[in-house]
Structures are given as structure tokens and as C-alpha cells.
């Protein structure tokens, strides 16, 4: 496997990234980064108040500047935010820099997965189930064309889906 290249994990929030971002990490002697962490590593705040102060599109061009940062680094397993896809810019900055994995869970199990976050700030609606489905018609098909590799993640056991994950960029880089 390249230890040059990232490895970015794409998906809907409650995918499962940062929770299998971590665990592959340990696998694969690499960094972690999530990437809404870092934002609020550098904004000094949590994600929501952003969201409350500078809106959505504050959000995303901060998110765009990490993407681009994380990038120009190597090394790295990389959990991006949910929407990080919806910008061409950082989809063509994740594809050049790296192998991108689309964490694929069906919109009922990431309700289930998010309903009682409240640091989710695009689920904060009356209907967030409704949200979640919206969101998961309008991204799945970024998240499809951005993936080098579509791994299902259904609820089962974490380990057993990184072991899986590794095997398919094992194959990937024995190609």
C-alpha cells in the first residue's frame, strides 16, 4: 500500500467515518484526522456555532481550505464531514490525492445513527428523517463519483468492516 497517498472516507453523517477512520489508522500505522474536528481545532469552536454565525456556506469554504491543507500532506486516514463532496473542488483534491472510500448505510440506520446528536446542525429540523433522506438523494451520487472503493457499512462490526476496507486497498495497491 502507497504511504504516500491519504485515504479519505466519504459518507452521509453517521456513515460510521470517524469510527472506522480510527480503527484503520491504528491497522495501517497511519495519522488520523477527522476533518470537522480540525475545523474546530482551528476555529476554536464547535461546529454548530459556526453553522449559527456564518451559515452553511461559512461552513463549507472553511471546510474547502482543511481539505485543501490535509491534501498537501500524505499519510494520512482522513474522515471528511458529510458534505465535504458537494464542492467540485474538493472533490477533485481528494481523487488527485488520494483513495477515496464511500462508507455507503441506508438512510433508516443513519437516522438512527444521528437522530439524538445535537452537534449535527443540518439535522436540527423539524423532520430530521425526512432530512436525512433529502440529503443522502442529493449526495450519494457525488459520493459515488468521488469513490475509488464502496464499502457498505450496515450496522455490523466495526472491526469486521476494517478488516474488509484493508483487504480492498490491499487489492487496490496489489493492482
Excluded: W
Aim: hydrophobic fraction near 40%; aromatic fraction near 4%.
Amino acid at each position: 500500500m502507497s504511504t504516500t497517498k491519504n485515504i479519505y472516507l466519504v459518507g452521509m453523517p453517521g456513515a460510521g467515518k470517524t469510527t472506522i477512520g480510527r480503527q484503520l489508522a491504528r491497522r495501517l500505522q497511519r495519522t488520523f484526522v477527522d476533518a470537522d474536528h480540525e475545523i474546530e481545532a482551528r476555529t476554536g469552536v464547535r461546529i454548530p456555532l459556526i453553522f449559527d454565525i456564518e451559515g452553511e456556506q461559512g461552513f463549507r469554504d472553511r471546510e474547502a481550505k482543511v481539505i485543501a491543507d490535509l491534501a498537501g500532506d500524505g499519510n494520512l486516514i482522513v474522515a471528511t464531514g458529510g458534505g465535504a463532496v458537494l464542492r467540485p473542488e474538493n472533490r477533485v483534491a481528494l481523487k488527485q490525492s488520494g483513495t477515496v472510500v464511500y462508507l455507503h448505510a441506508a438512510p433508516r440506520l443513519l437516522f438512527e445513527r444521528t437522530r439524538l446528536d445535537p452537534n449535527r446542525p443540518l439535522l436540527q429540523v423539524a423532520n430530521p428523517m425526512q432530512k436525512i433522506e433529502e440529503l443522502f438523494a442529493q449526495r450519494d451520487p457525488l459520493y459515488r463519483e468521488v469513490a475509488d472503493i464502496v464499502v457498505n457499512s450496515l450496522g455490523g462490526s466495526t472491526s469486521h468492516l476494517v478488516r474488509q476496507l484493508e483487504r480492498e486497498l490491499q487489492k487496490r495497491c496489489a493492482a
